[in-house]
T-cell receptor, first 113, second 115 residues
Framework: QQQVKQSPQSLIVQKGGISIINCAYE??????FPWYQQFPGKGPALLIA?????SEKKEGRFTISFNKSAKQFSLHIMDSQPGDSATYFC????????????FGTGTRLQVTL | NAGVTQTPKFQVLKTGQSMTLQCAQDMNHEYMSWYRQDPGMGLRLIHYSVGAGITDQGEVPNGYNVSRSTTEDFPLRLLSAAPSQTSVYFC??????????????FGSGTRLTVV
């Protein structure tokens, strides 16, 4: 069974700062690594995803960095805003089937003024 | 609005009762999944389906049943509710397998309390 370690558990960043969330996994047979964003009382929503044929993917203020040899990837939020305050989850495809994702335990981000 | 609809939004059950959590999507997605979310444990897969008539177990299937008679609907049945099943349940769908690029669309969740 896939093991996914996400850190930190919680994070407080000042407005305008950089938020960094890390994810490490054991093994996977597939090549799609997403991050999800969840606001209180809502379901998670796909934020950004990467395929490991590239080491970095950027969408606006959000960037994924991927290190395939280390089996790690991270989410960087540049110029963090109070509206970014949410819980973030990384996810990794299962080793046995492409139909299953294993999620990290989540990082609660608070962006202060 | 297109998306994943879950009902009910809140439910309180007594230990031993059974109930069905409903999930419907109108995006013609083949892949559907049920997750439970507990504090500090992230999202854990209960059951999933790769198409009508095809279901399989996730990492925490005990105490739950599913069926997929149509592409649109994927109900989750609690057979005999236990306090350990107190959680927030999310249904998700995708157009392709999650590991190959199928970004999930999640419902808004069902908050279940078993007393």
């Amino acid at each position: 069974q896939q093991q996914v370690k996400q850190s930190p558990q919680s994070l407080i960043v000042q407005k305008g700062g950089i938020s960094i969330i890390n994810c490490a996994y054991e093994n996977t047979a597939f090549d799609y690594f997403p991050w999800y964003q969840q606001f209180p009382g809502k379901g998670p929503a796909l934020l950004i995803a990467i395929r490991p044929d590239v080491s970095e993917k950027k969408e606006g203020r959000f960037t994924i960095s991927f290190n395939k040899s280390a089996k790690q990837f991270s989410l960087h939020i540049m110029d963090s805003q109070p509206g970014d305050s949410a819980t973030y989850f990384c996810a990794v495809p299962n080793t046995g089937t492409a139909s299953k994702l294993t999620f990290g335990t989540g990082t609660r981000l608070q962006v202060t003024l | 609005n297109a998306g994943v609809t879950q009902t009910p939004k809140f439910q309180v059950l007594k230990t031993g009762q059974s109930m069905t959590l409903q999930c419907a999507q109108d995006m013609n997605h083949e892949y559907m999944s049920w997750y439970r979310q507990d504090p500090g444990m992230g999202l854990r897969l209960i059951h999933y389906s790769v198409g009508a008539g095809i279901t399989d177990q996730g990492e925490v299937p005990n105490g739950y049943n599913v069926s997929r008679s149509t592409t649109e609907d994927f109900p989750l049945r609690l057979l005999s509710a236990a306090p350990s099943q107190t959680s927030v349940y999310f249904c998700a769908s995708s157009s392709q397998a999650a590991g190959t690029g199928g970004g999930y669309t999640f419902g808004s969740g069902t908050r279940l309390t078993v007393v």
